[in-house]
């Protein structure tokens, strides 16, 4: 990884193009200090980007680490500066998922090793079992199973959430605190392709700054404590190409491609990139499905997303059988979408892993069959689990709400947030050049603004230059200018939805680990905020106050949409339109902003999400969807009342 020294080109381009694309980010002077209750993201990515445009640097790779590390801090799950020459190369494994569980012999929290450990890895990492069983020291030599459920007392010879709280320091991707605590250990998630393993921080890195851990444990049904060191090992990421040779891994997964940079869709259309079937490099790292490749490219207008990017995909590994929901799951799922009807005849589940999938005509469809269905077999009460969704289509999380909720002030005509993007001098300039010189006469360009509509919901007219006058505001002592309120987006919905709500606020629980992202936010936001729907969240450090969602934002972007919109303008060779990346790199940003409902005048981004309930976990329920739906309906449902905000 530190064979190629820094090219001073590379990095010029990837600092004038990180600083000029920054200038269509929202939150890019809201997070120099962010308010309570999100103190510890004050991150001056500008000050940042000057900084290491002098700093020296041993490799390139040592370059990009510091630009990963620096964007992470914002811990803004839309906006990162990523690289499919390093970030996507390899991902590390240890074999040793850990978990928070309250003990069942003095009721406390601690942190265990996953009872299904030893489960996970043999299926998964069948080539590499035999590696750890033998650089386990004495006794322990081949006893790697004998560690599943284990609890652990030493992480490197400290307590074991300096470890956790060290992590949630650099993980990002959550304003909250404790979500990126609950980032350290194992969970569940829902894929397109079935139910799937997270391992977790501790046991899953993209850039691990160790080689090796030490654990002190004391395994089940001992009252020894054991001390061992285990390596971690690396697997090619699944979005690199192969090499041979230094000369070959530069040139098929460091050097820009086609799909790199965005394009002029009136002189270069987006067909050529379709060619190969392949999606632009963000796929690679957004928390969602792959979507048809055609849903990455603007030939026509696309379906707004809002989604979470990370360093490495989304792992592909499946959860246990035994950890799998038995019943099946009900005719009307489809995709990341499933169905159930819990043993008590009353409470109906949805699980949804992503309000993304490949068609998002059958997917919105498919969420209201599948709610009809629950209502027909006699659900009286709804568990939506929302656990590691990182976002989606908008529409979707808009549809989902209304189709709940039913016809009511606050579903129709907007079901989601207002929102407001950022009106700098080139983003005027690229309105101008649409109105005023008819650059965009397909009207499929996102600043057109036939896309938009008013804050009372009209559809702007073709000749409105709607980020003229700006909204001018003061931001931790910065200037800063954004457009008027943007209203609904979404309806007329392609579906008809029915005019009554399907389920009564009080019998809804929306349920998740905090990792609630983007569009996830969006519908939780409103269910919670609107409506008074209780959220929970399941196994989170019972002294750090839990929030039910994070990275809110209104609608994610990359460079390589905001370089389309150059592009497609005329406007390349402004000074203020940075230049192509020359690296196969990817930015992502938050280009529209929601906000409030409790406070309309702020961003819903630093509003709180306190959650009602921290579920605490088990032995027994861990990792185990169904048992953990089970357990919330008898304990949660039946009530008069639930706690509004948890106690801590």
């Not at 639930?642 to 801590?648: F, I, N, Y």
Request: proline residues 6%.
């Amino acid at each position: 990884m530190n064979a190629s020294p820094l090219e001073a080109g590379i990095r010029a381009n990837i600092i004038d193009v990180a600083n000029k694309t920054l200038a269509f980010h929202t939150s890019v002077n809201y997070q120099v200090q962010a308010p309570l209750p999100y103190e510890d993201t004050h991150e001056d990515l500008h000050a940042d980007l000057a900084r290491i445009s002098q700093q020296r640097y041993a490799s390139e790779f040592e370059f990009h680490l510091d630009l990963y590390h620096s964007f992470k801090r914002v811990n803004d799950g839309h906006c990162g500066l990523y690289s499919l020459c390093y970030d996507s190369l390899y991902v590390t494994y240890l074999p040793l998922p850990l978990v928070l569980l309250n003990d069942e012999v003095d009721g406390a929290q601690h942190i265990f090793i996953a009872p299904e450990a030893f489960k996970v890895a043999s299926e998964e990492f069948k080539d590499q079992i035999g590696f750890w069983q033998d650089s386990l020291p004495g006794k322990l030599k081949g006893q790697l199973a004998s560690l599943s459920g284990a609890k652990v007392l030493l992480i490197d010879g400290q307590d074991p959430f300096v470890a956790v709280d060290e992590n949630a320091k650099v993980t990002g991707s959550y304003q909250s605190f404790a979500t990126r605590q609950n980032s350290f250990f194992a969970s569940y998630r829902l894929d397109a392709s079935g139910w799937q393993y997270a391992m977790g921080n501790f046991a899953q890195q993209t850039h691990p700054l160790i080689d090796s851990v030490e654990l002190t444990v004391r395994r089940k049904n001992s009252t020894k404590d054991d001390t061992f060191t285990i390596p971690y090992r690396s697997r090619f990421g699944s979005g690199s190409k192969n090499f041979t040779d230094l000369g070959s891994y530069r040139r098929l997964n460091c050097k820009a491609s086609q799909k790199t940079n965005g394009v002029d869709l009136y002189d270069h259309p987006a067909n050529s990139q379709l060619e190969d079937n392949e999606p632009p490099a963000i796929a690679f790292f957004q928390q969602q499905p792959r979507l048809e490749p055609s849903a990455y490219y603007r030939r026509e207008r696309k379906e707004a997303l809002n989604v979470l990017l990370d360093g490495s995909p989304l792992s592909d590994i499946d959860l246990p059988g035994l950890l799998q929901p038995t019943p099946p799951p009900l005719n009307e799922s489809y995709s990341v979408a499933q169905f159930f009807m819990l043993d008590d005849k009353h409470t109906g589940v949805l699980a949804l892993g992503s309000f993304s999938a490949k068609n998002f005509t059958k997917f919105g469809e498919s969420l209201l069959e599948g709610l009809l269905g629950l209502k027909e077999k006699g659900a009286t009460r709804l568990i939506v689990d929302v656990t590691n969704n990182g976002g989606g289509y908008i529409c979707i999380a808009h549809w989902l709400h209304r189709i709940i909720m039913g016809e009511s002030d606050a579903t129709v005509p907007q079901s989601g947030l207002d929102t407001t993007t950022r009106a700098g001098p080139l983003a005027q300039l690229i309105v101008q050049r649409i109105v005023s010189d008819n650059a965009d006469p397909d009207e499929v360009l996102s600043y057109n603004p036939t896309q938009w509509s008013n804050a009372t919901h009209h559809q702007f007219p073709a000749s409105r230059q709607w980020l003229k006058p700006a909204n001018k505001l003061t931001i931790n002592g910065r200037k800063d200018a954004f457009s008027e309120r943007l209203g609904q987006e979404c309806q007329p919905f392609k579906w008809d939805a029915p005019k009554d709500r399907l389920f009564e606020p009080q019998d809804i629980l929306i349920v998740s680990n905090g990792r609630c992202a983007s569009s996830c936010s969006l519908f939780s936001i409103r269910m919670a905020k609107s409506h008074g729907v209780h959220t929970v969240v399941v196994g989170g450090k019972e002294d750090s106050r839990q929030e039910y969602c994070g990275t809110v934002g209104g609608q994610s972007v990359s460079f390589h949409d905001i370089d389309t919109e150059i592009k497609s303008t005329k406007l390349k060779n402004h000074t203020l339109a940075p230049p192509d990346f020359l690296t196969n790199s990817v930015q992502g940003l938050t280009w529209r902003l929601g906000y409030g409902i409790d406070d309309p005048s702020e961003p819903e981004e630093w509003q709180s999400h306190w959650a009602d309930i921290n579920f605490p976990l088990t032995l027994e329920s861990v990792n185990n969807p169904y048992i953990i739906w089970k357990s919330l309906a008898s304990k949660y449902f039946g009530q008069d009342r639930l706690l509004r905000v948890q106690e801590v």
